[in-house]
């Protein structure tokens, strides 16, 4: 049954009230704290991974808040297993909401994927089989998550290495049905799309054309590492842990163009570069972004002047 957005403008807290909409960010790490409350114009927001501050206090929540106090924070979490067979963890999704309350995020999320069995945790993010069993489970796990968080997440795309065989809808369908039952809305990982587009011999700009991209609230880019199958087929893995590729950068600029500006995250979580490096990345975002915007700009006063 599909339900109605949860309202957040009654929210108010303790941070002050940004208002980053189509702009760019970048994933947020301690090592850059020093440069970014240097110059914290240079960027949009920053993102940062929910597991990294479920302990109480300490040094992780200290440079949390001093980077809260001055930019928007997304927050986007690796470990809810959203998928997973099991019902969701209540320690896990009473620290995540936790974080919610404290940190005010303009953008929550989580993905697609399943990591926990029994009580079992794997370090990844697994897929899973789009079967209508599959979709009510994600379904009531989203649910869940939106009841205890008390507003909408956005939900993320896999990336993904194998296909299973009892899939009975595509993953774009199944994407959009969770969102019309659900009211959540959609985190569009761009490398996600470009990695299982090669991994699977399928069109990336097909795949795009199909996605429900009226339900997107946000936008990632990343790194990917190109490797080979055991028959040299190319084989990619959505690695994190370099610059994003020129063919991501032209799907992601055809989107843009088609949908007009839209919050985007350039990720790096592995081999992390310097902060000018990351910021780079954000920027080249930031830079297609304000050039649609321009074009919005004069497409709208040559109307007004010819009205």
């Known amino acids: 049954m599909a339900r109605d957005p949860i309202d957040t403008s009654t929210i108010h807290g ?40 479920m302990g109480a206090g300490g040094p992780p929540h200290a440079a949390l808040a001093k980077i809260r106090a001055m930019l ?15 019902p969701l963890d209540q320690t896990h999704l009473d620290r995540f909401a936790g974080l919610v309350e404290r940190y005010e995020p303009f953008l929550v999320s989580e993905h697609l994927a399943w990591s926990t069995h029994d009580d079992v945790f794997y370090n990844d993010l697994l897929p899973l089989p789009y079967t209508d069993g599959t979709l009510a489970r994600v379904c009531e796990h989203i649910d869940r998550v939106q009841e205890a968080i008390g507003r909408p997440m956005l939900l993320e ?25 659900t009211g959540c809305g959609l985190l569009l990982d761009i490398n996600n799309v470009f990695v299982s587009a090669t991994n699977h011999g399928f069109s990336a700009t097909d795949y795009l054309a199909d996605f429900p991209l009226a339900h997107v609230g946000e936008i990632h880019l990343a790194g990917h590492d190109e490797q ?35 919050t985007t995250l350039v990720e ?6 310097e902060w000018p490096i990351l ?10 972004l304000g050039a649609h915007r321009q074009r919005t700009g004069r497409s709208m006063k040559s109307h007004a002047l010819h009205s």
């Open 14 to 53: 303790r941070f002050p009230a940004f208002e980053p909409a189509g702009r760019a960010g970048a994933s947020f790490k301690p090592q850059h704290l020093e440069a970014i409350a240097g110059d914290p114009g240079s960027i949009g927001f920053l993102e940062v991974h929910a597991e990294n501050y």
């Open 268 to 273: 790096w979580d592995a081999d992390v570069p």
């Open 228 to 262: 080979e199958d055991d028959e040299g087929a190319p084989l990619l893995i959505d690695s994190h842990d370099r610059p994003v590729a020129d063919p991501v950068w032209t799907l992601y600029e055809r989107v843009i163009r088609q949908c007009g500006p839209i």
């Open 72 to 86: 928007p924070v997304s927050l986007h979490g690796v470990c809810m297993s959203i998928g997973g067979l099991n």
């Open 157 to 181: 795309n896999p990336s993904t290495y194998v296909l299973f065989a009892q899939s009975t809808w595509t993953e774009t369908d199944f994407l959009r049905e969770i969102v019309r039952r």
């Open 279 to 288: 910021r780079s990345e954000a920027a080249a975002a930031e830079r297609i």
